[in-house]
C-alpha cells in the first residue's frame, strides 16, 4: 500500500483530480475507462476539481464508464440525499459523461438481490473496473462495508451501523430518524477486484480509521485494512488525518514520496 501524506483537503483533492485525468486520457467509446465512484464530503472537493479541469479543456469524460459505490435503500433517485442527486449535481451534470455510461445502484428496486448481481454483472461485462475512488467511514468502512463485513463481499445490501446513521445524519438535518438503515453497496471484494484503488481521508475524525487501515491487521473490523492485500492501493490522507500514525510510519511514507 502506498499512503500519500499531503499537506491539507485541497491537495488532497487536487492529487485525485490529477490522477484519475491521467488515467483516463487516451481511452475510446470501444474501449472506455472504468471508473468506481464514491459519494460523500471527502470527494466533493475532488469532483469540484474534475470539473474546473473539464472547463479548462484538460480531461474529458466522454469515454468514461462510472459505477458508484453505494446507495440508500429506500430513497427516490430524485431525493435531496440520494447519492444519484449527489453524484448528478456535483459532477455528473456538470461533464460530458454521457448518462447511459454512469451507473448507480437502485436503492427502489423492487427485488435488492437482483439489482445487485445485476451490478456485479454490468461491472464484469466491462472488463472490471480500473479505478476505484473511495473515502472512509470513521469506523473504518469503505463504500458501505461496515465492520465486519466480509473481506470478499460482492455487490449487496447492508444495514448500516449506529455509528454511520449518527454521522450521516449531518446531511439529513441532524435528525438520525430520516437517514435510511439500509444500502446497497458494492463489497469489499468488489473494490479489491479493481485494477487501481484510491482511497481518500481527510481530517482528524479519519484518523483512527486511518491507524487502523495502515498498521492495524487485516482486519474485518476495520474494512480498509483489506487494502493492504491489494497490489495497487493507494491511500492519500491530509495531515490531520495522518494524526495518529506512529512517528516511524509517518516518516516512511513522507520519505519515500520525497
Ligand atoms: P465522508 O464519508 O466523505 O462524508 O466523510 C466517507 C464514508 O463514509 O465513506
Known amino acids: 500500500m502506498r499512503v500519500l501524506i499531503k499537506n491539507d483537503e485541497q491537495s488532497v483533492a487536487a492529487f485525485a483530480a490529477e490522477y484519475i485525468a491521467c488515467r483516463i486520457k487516451g481511452h475510446t467509446g470501444e474501449a472506455p475507462f472504468v471508473l468506481g465512484l464514491p459519494t460523500g464530503s471527502t470527494p466533493f472537493k475532488t469532483y469540484a476539481r474534475l470539473v474546473e479541469m473539464y472547463r479548462e479543456g484538460r480531461v474529458s469524460f466522454a469515454n468514461v464508464v462510472t459505477f458508484n459505490m453505494d446507495e440508500y435503500v429506500g430513497l427516490d433517485r430524485e431525493h435531496p440525499q440520494s447519492y444519484h442527486r449527489f453524484m448528478w449535481d456535483n459532477f455528473f451534470g456538470l461533464v460530458d459523461i454521457k448518462p447511459e455510461n454512469a451507473n448507480i445502484l437502485d436503492g427502489m428496486a423492487l427485488d435488492l438481490a437482483e439489482e445487485c448481481a445485476r451490478y456485479e454483472k454490468k461491472i464484469q461485462w466491462y472488463g472490471g473496473i480500473d479505478l476505484f475512488m473511495g473515502g472512509i467511514g470513521t469506523d473504518g468502512h469503505i463504500a458501505f462495508n461496515e465492520p465486519f ?102 516518516r516512511y511514507f513522507k520519505e519515500i514520496e520525497k
Request: aromatic share 4%.
Open 149 to 250: 463485513s466480509s473481506l470478499n463481499s460482492r455487490t449487496r445490501v447492508k444495514t448500516l451501523t449506529q455509528e454511520t446513521i449518527e454521522s450521516n445524519s449531518r446531511f439529513f438535518g441532524g435528525d438520525t430518524s430520516q437517514v435510511p438503515r439500509e444500502a446497497l453497496t458494492v463489497g469489499v471484494g468488489t473494490i479489491l477486484s479493481a485494477k487501481e484503488v484510491l482511497i481518500l481521508a481527510t481530517g482528524s475524525a479519519k484518523a483512527t480509521a486511518v491507524k487502523m487501515g495502515v498498521e492495524g491487521a487485516y482486519n474485518h473490523k476495520w474494512t480498509v485494512s483489506a487494502l493492504q492485500t491489494h497490489p495497487h492501493g493507494i491511500l492519500v490522507i491530509d495531515e490531520p488525518a495522518a494524526g495518529e500514525l506512529t512517528v516511524n510510519t509517518y
